[in-house]
């Protein structure tokens, strides 16, 4: 895709002094994520973020195809810059690095936010993200892992650590899951005298409060004890 420069006055639908020449200004991301922080959300828009700019809507439209694509573009750039931050084991401990990793990662999904629960953002390539991401890896590799588990082990962390982080936002808005909120329906609906351990345990989880942490630890410590007994029979050979 072209960068060359244009006259940036040319408004979207108007031709610029060269009509059916030039290219959009050359803009970066993080003048674009810059702009669309600065306006408020009740105004957040192309045409909006296009006049912080000081550009045309044609011009942004150059680079971000629509609104839902400005939003992908913020949350990537928050998610990374929450990764950024995130330190990881230096000893070579595999198990630490990978919890230390599924909690950034959380972390990151969680303080994204809840435009998080409706725009995609699968495919996150930025440096922090594969600088995590490359960390892992070699101290998987370095514990004895084969490629082909290495990479399984870091796709698994990864879904478990989105999963939960997209759960404790729905419950930030609604303070249940939607498939919480369906299971307490269709019990509720129910005769009394059906599915009393399903009862039971729901009842102790309301009482116990969300538990997001205790969940997430649980699904982390069955997901590392799952590798360990893979390590152990299949070790990677020089």
Request: net charge negative.
């Amino acid at each position: 895709m072209s960068t060359e420069a244009m006259d940036t006055n040319d408004t979207e639908g108007e031709p610029s002094g060269r009509p059916g020449r030039g290219r959009p200004p050359r803009i970066s991301r993080e003048q674009i994520v810059s702009a669309a922080r600065s306006v408020p959300r009740q105004d957040f828009s192309m045409k909006a973020v296009a006049d912080a700019m000081g550009v045309s809507r044609k011009a942004l439209h150059y680079h971000v195809s629509d609104r839902e694509g400005l939003l992908n573009l913020m949350v990537i750039d928050h998610f990374e810059s929450e990764l950024g931050g995130a330190e990881l084991p230096s000893d070579g401990d595999w198990q630490s690095t990978l919890r230390a990793y599924a909690h950034a990662y959380h972390r990151g999904i969680v303080q994204v936010g809840v435009t998080a629960t409706h725009i995609q953002i699968h495919g996150i390539g930025g440096s922090a993200s594969m600088a995590l991401a490359e960390h892992v890896l070699q101290s998987l590799l370095t514990a004895g892992f084969d490629d082909r588990l290495a990479r399984r082990a870091l796709t698994t962390i990864s879904n478990l650590a989105m999963t939960a982080g997209h759960n404790e936002l729905l419950r930030q808005q609604g303070g249940v899951t939607p498939q919480e909120a369906e299971v307490a329906d269709a019990l509720a609906h129910a005769p009394e005298d059906q599915f009393p351990a399903l009862r039971r345990i729901v009842a102790n989880a309301h009482a116990e409060g969300p538990g997001v942490d205790e969940q997430f630890n649980f699904e982390l410590d069955l997901a590392i004890a799952g590798l360990v007994q893979l390590l152990a029979a299949h070790p990677s050979r020089p």
